[in-house]
């Protein structure tokens, strides 16, 4: 458990693979790959985690939670199960989940509900319009991209389903990938497209970053934005770790954080 330096982080994540939380657990031994589910605090959802590891132990892990982009505790659970159920000379194996006990897992709000007081609180004086968000909105997209701005763009026309594309994290999930025997050819297989997918998801996606399709169809893909640091360093047989990061996002993380700041700290002045 080197990989995870916080002690409490350590203790809630025990917690939670103590109380069953780990769900639909999968283990790939090629790629050293533990996947798993993990049941949310408080919630009725789960997010995927995956662990990567090699002799030494653990890699580096992801989860789709908000905290996943950095180190939370469904990380820590899943590295507990795989701590107590793997062994170095496992084959790739899978877990079901847990029949119910029947134990039913209250929210936040029925656990401790609102007071007639807090009922009838708003934290702002006049209702929030249309308007309102509009003009919020062009606000901070004068700061680029940030995980607000996306919550407020306009619904795409086409669902994301309709991209025809096909989807990298599903895949990896699936029973099918796991069950493969040669799992490089099935990725291979898998992800090709045709040239009128290429021409239609183009169409799709024009406007990128003002596109909300255009972020889905490019997450968890190499863009051609990236091409050129990848081919240099084929060419040079030489893979850094800041390649990795650059790739993962994680340079992009830090200067979405300042972003954010930047925003916080503008729109304060504005209306405050």
């Known amino acids: ?57 653990i890699i580096k892990s992801t989860c789709n ?5 950095d180190i939370c505790h469904h990380m820590c659970a899943v590295a507990f199960f795989g701590h107590y159920n793997i062994s170095v000379t ?20 029925e656990l401790f509900p609102p007071s007639t007081q807090m009922a009838s609180f708003k934290a702002i004086q006049e209702a929030v319009t249309e308007q309102h968000l509009n003009s919020f909105y ?12 996306w919550l407020l763009s306009p619904e795409p026309e086409v669902k994301p389903s309709e991209l025809q594309i096909p989807n990298v994290e599903a895949l990896l999930f699936s029973k099918e990938y796991h069950d493969a025997t040669n799992k490089k050819l099935f990725l291979i ?12 998801v183009n169409q799709l996606t024009i406007g990128q970053g003002d596109n909300p399709l ?15 640091k990848i081919l240099n360093a084929c060419r040079r047989n030489k893979y850094p770790p800041s390649l990795f990061k650059t790739l993962a996002g994680m340079y992009i993380k830090k200067m979405l954080e300042k ?3 930047n925003m916080f700290r503008y729109l304060q002045s504005r209306w405050y």
């Open 90 to 109: 496992d084959l790739s194996c899978s877990w079901s989940v847990k029949k119910d006990t029947g134990e039913l897992v209250q929210t936040a709000e």
């Open 214 to 228: 255009w972020l889905i169809a490019k997450k968890n893909r190499l863009t051609a934005s990236n091409f050129g």
């Open 189 to 200: 297989e898998k992800f090709k497209v045709s040239i009128d997918n290429i021409l239609y």
């Open 259 to 261: 972003v954010s700041i």
């Open 138 to 149: 062009k606000s901070i997209k004068e700061f680029g991209p940030t995980g607000i701005a």
């Open 65 to 69: 939670c908000p905290r996943g982009l």
């Open 1 to 57: 458990m080197h990989f995870f330096e916080d002690k409490k982080l350590i203790t809630k994540g025990e917690n939670s693979f103590n109380s069953g939380h780990v769900r639909q657990a999968q283990f790939d031994k090629e790629l050293g790959i533990l996947r798993a589910e993990v049941l949310a605090s408080m919630k009725k959802k789960t997010y995927k985690v995956e662990v990567y590891t090699n002799l030494n132990g």
